[in-house]
């Protein structure tokens, strides 16, 4: 049985990296009327369950997203979703470079590297399919912007734009 949607967007972040970022994007969403789901208190059940119902899903790749786990397992539900129930997948690079988290190169392949070494899960290669996956969808790269602003007022104006349509 399909999930109801309580949520239009859930936002998936390393808190340490972001500086702001995402609180002042949250808000942004809500203050165009979107209503948007961030985990500031890392409840895992509370994310997969906002997950499962939000329509689209904002991943905010930053320089250390890959070194926090619960990120990972999120970027796997949101992937689950994607696939399964047609999630749109935005994401955003914030001080990273996309080509780094698309292969997996630098910080990106050293943290996954070690997952996968680690991992008790049954198919670890899952998570460097689902990051390049996730990393090839049209997003934003905030080096193209002038300022935070700029990007966010750009994000809401696009969420804002796939809702209605």
């Not at 509370?46 to 970027?75: H, N, P, Q, T």
């Not at 007022?153 to 804002?160: G, Q, S, T, Y």
Request: charged share 25%; glycine share 4%.
């Amino acid at each position: 049985m399909e999930a109801a949607m309580e949520y239009q967007v859930f936002l998936n972040f390393r808190t340490e990296d972001t500086h702001g970022f995402t609180k002042n994007l949250y808000d942004a969403l809500d203050q165009a009327g979107i209503l948007p789901f961030m985990d500031e208190y890392h409840e895992p059940l509370a994310s997969w369950r906002a997950i499962e119902r939000s329509l689209i899903a904002i991943i905010v790749f930053s320089k250390d997203y890959a070194s926090s786990s619960r990120c990972l397992v999120e970027l796997l539900q949101i992937m689950k979703y994607h696939r399964t129930q047609a999630q749109v997948v935005i994401p955003i690079f914030y001080n990273v470079d996309p080509f780094n988290v698309q292969h997996q190169i630098g910080r990106y392949g050293e943290v996954v590297g070690q997952y996968e070494r680690i991992s008790t899960m049954s198919h670890p290669e899952w998570l460097r399919r689902d990051l390049t996956e996730a990393a090839n969808f049209d997003g934003y790269d905030n080096a193209t912007f002038g300022n935070d602003d700029e990007l966010i007022a750009r994000i809401v104006a696009d969420v804002d734009h796939m809702l209605v349509d």
